[in-house]
């Protein structure tokens, strides 16, 4: 088990999402999945705002049995099937009867790398160095990130303050003049909103999803 603390619950109870979602970058998202730890760092978060967000799955209160984890008080886990194939890791905000999430879109891997090569069935090339060439492919994107890490929808609800995926602050300071603040990706169909700026990457950062 990790030395790092994991993220109180007061952390992801407060009412920015936005701000969350800045906050996220640099954090560390950890899985022990079958005895197998994995580790990745981070790098890219969309905010969604269930009160004010055409683009937020629970927008005007609208609880389904697919929604419904968004409105229990933040730090668990929203997972939810996308294409019939990806599932997508959120992470639940704000207090009980608020739907916020954060969508985790990439990773930049740090640990059990070799179990994420397995789990993505890619094959294991060396550098010459000994070690491994890695494709940002691994998992940069919020559907193939879930599975390097282990994460499937019945992960729906898991508590992130426990022993199964959690999240790590390991004191990283990302500046402010190290975020890219972007519109979201895929949402046309939430009109006006899906302009807003709150999709956030960390600059330069091969990880992360190509520029929109």
Known sequence: MSNFQKL????YTRSDVVQIARELLGKYLVT??????TIGKIVETEAYCGQTDKACHA????????T????????VAYVYLVYGMYKLFNIVTNEYGKADAVLIRA???IEG????LERRKMEQIKNEDGSLKLKRNLTAG???LSIAMGIELSDYGQSLRENRIWIEDRKEIIEEN?????????IDYAEEDKDLPWRFRIKGNKWTSPAK
């Open 178 to 186: 190290q975020i890219i603040a972007s519109a979201r990706v895929n």
């Open 113 to 116: 790398i070799e179990t994420m």
């Open 8 to 11: 109180s619950k007061s952390f």
């Open 68 to 75: 419904k984890i968004m409105f229990e008080e933040g730090g």
């Open 107 to 109: 990773v930049e891997p």
């Open 142 to 144: 919020p559907g193939i």
């Open 32 to 37: 022990d999945i079958d005895d197998k730890i």
């Open 59 to 66: 927008h005007l209160n609208k609880k389904t049995k697919r």
